[in-house]
């Protein structure tokens, strides 16, 4: 899944036997995915005392109030969707709630009725609607050390509603269309139109960064009032970095936390640390009580659902599964796995691609025939040879495109439906073809007795023990490739000095 949308901003779903209609591949732009209830307030936590906060930006109008509310339910429902729905755990709703309504009480906009939503996703993500609409995935919670850092995450989109973001960026981005077209009508200058285009948005990329530093600098403020620890909020990007250079290199990604990009709408990662250091230390002084609360995420958490929802299958290493469709498959070492919501792709150490997804057709129709005249949109075949594999119908073609070789494989498993796995390479090799009919080769169909022993991974928290070393608990996590890596970071820990007896640390548990 999408990393980061909030701070630096899965397979083919359906019963077993039946595969998602996908489109036809369109070269290899297509091979990559690129990447509300209101809840209850939990009675356990105590209210703080404090000032009402003064207001830092102009009080929206009854009117305006009632648009934003308006826009934010007509989109609740997209992001809903796009989101794999609500993940329902009445404890972590509780929790959720309790922290939210603490943070409401001293923000800037106490009479707004927030609503924060969990959203069943592992990617690790927080955005807001207006009109009170705050979201926060399950990954984000996973990810997350302490209630103060949770806090710290909802602190900050409440501040993009209350200064009503979203807003403006929308009428920045409406006032830089009608420059642009202004400009495209009365300079007959393709070169001066696209001029006006690349520098409006440039400027919207700008306008937004400077937001997303205002939301840290509000949020922080908040985060004090509220009593918690405001270096909550540098903690949390300080682990939401590792996470993502983690994530790159499972992946054989390239990670640059501090690239810096024209059209960026987020600051660089180390800029936004830089400057929410700067905003901490504005409040410390004036802060009181410094909360962080670590004990009750911890069992808010435990149990929480890790990674692949079981609606995408799962991702062990590098094998996929998926227990509803009943299949599987294994990519050669060296292949980093991303599950996501259209494909299965496999990233390969020297930049080769393989996708693993659903394709419908023509009932009947001939698997050969069909590789041949619809395969690939806007690229040659150029040769197709049948085999069966797993005691299925399977075609396999080769196929060229400018820069590009595939290399493109379908099992029949209905006679309208196929899976399909598709490799690409710029520079294609033996090695890399045998890797990719390694791959096509290992798919198989589960028996029931294999699907139901698929159990989704969940964040298990376990005390330690006289002896235990980072290591011996690490090698206690149930995904095994940089285990120790995976452990260091889930829990915001440094090597070489972090546990203690007593302690309780997340591993990740079948």
């Known amino acids: ?64 109030d009632a648009r934003d509310r308006a826009l934010g339910a007509r989109e609740h429902p997209k992001v809903l969707a796009s989101y794999g729905g609500v993940y329902r755990s009445a404890r972590i709703e509780r929790y959720v709630a309790g922290v939210t309504d603490r943070l409401r009480r001293v923000s800037e906009r106490p009479d707004l009725p927030f609503r924060v939503t969990i959203l069943n996703s592992p990617s690790i993500n927080a955005f807001s609607l207006p009109g ?117 290199r499972l992946l054989n990604r390239a990670y640059d936390s ?59 290493g590098q094998t996929f599964s998926h227990p509803g469709l009943g299949l599987t498959f294994t990519m050669p070492d060296g292949y980093g796995l991303e599950n996501t919501a259209q494909a299965v792709i496999g990233f390969s150490e020297r930049g080769d691609l393989i996708r693993f997804d659903g394709v419908s057709l023509p009932r009947g129709a001939p698997l050969a025939e069909y590789l041949a005249t619809e395969g690939l949109q806007g690229g040659q075949i150029t040769d197709v040879r049948q085999e069966r594999i797993a005691g299925l119908e399977t075609a396999i073609a080769d196929a060229e495109a400018p ?25 294609l090799s033996s090695s890399t073809e045998a890797a990719f009919l390694e ?26 023990q006289p002896g235990d070393t980072e290591g011996t608990i690490a090698r206690r996590m149930a995904l095994q490739d940089r285990a120790l890596e995976r452990f260091l970071t889930l829990n915001g820990f440094s090597a070489g000095n972090t546990i203690r007896p007593g302690m309780q640390v997340k591993l990740i548990a079948n």
Not at 280 to 299: I, K, M, Y
Not at 403 to 427: H, K, M, N, Q, V
Request: glycine share 6%; with cysteine; aromatic share 6%.
């Open 258 to 316: 501090g690239r810096v990009d024209l059209f960026a709408t987020h600051p660089s990662t180390p800029e936004r640390i830089a400057a929410a250091r700067r905003d901490v230390e504005q409040v410390l002084p004036e802060s009181g009580a410094r909360e962080r609360n670590r004990d009750s995420h911890l069992s808010a958490v435990n149990g929480l659902l890790y990674g692949d929802d079981p609606e995408e299958g799962y991702v062990r």
């Open 439 to 464: 791959t096509v080769r290992s798919f198989r169909l589960l028996s029931a007795a294999e699907s139901d022993a698929i159990q989704p991974l969940r964040i298990a928290i376990a005390t330690v």
């Open 132 to 248: 009170g609409y705050v979201y926060v995935t399950r990954g984000l919670l996973a990810l997350a050390n302490d209630e103060a850092e949770v806090a710290a995450v909802i602190a900050h989109e409440m501040a993009h509603i209350t200064q009503r973001h979203a807003i403006a960026r929308e009428e920045q981005a409406v006032s830089a269309a009608i420059a642009t077209q202004v400009i495209s009508d009365v300079v007959d200058d393709p070169q001066a139109s696209e001029a006006a285009f690349v520098l409006s948005q440039g400027q919207l990329a700008q306008f937004s960064r400077r937001q997303e530093l205002q939301a840290d600098e509000i949020g922080i403020a908040t985060l004090a009032r509220a009593g918690y620890d405001p270096q909550a909020a540098v903690s949390f990007l300080t682990s939401l970095e590792r996470q993502t250079s983690l994530h790159a």
């Open 1 to 64: 899944m999408a990393l980061m949308d909030w701070w630096n901003g899965s397979a083919v779903t359906g019963r077993r036997g039946r595969v998602a209609p996908a489109l036809v591949l369109s070269l290899a732009a297509a091979l990559v995915v690129s990447g509300c209830s209101t809840l209850e307030r939990a009675e356990s936590f105590e209210e703080p005392v404090v000032d009402a906060p003064q207001e830092s930006a102009e009080r929206p109008t009854p009117r305006e």
């Open 403 to 427: 820069g590009w070789a595939f290399r493109i494989a379908l099992i029949r498993t209905e006679p309208d439906a196929a899976y399909r796995f598709i490799l690409a390479s710029r520079s």
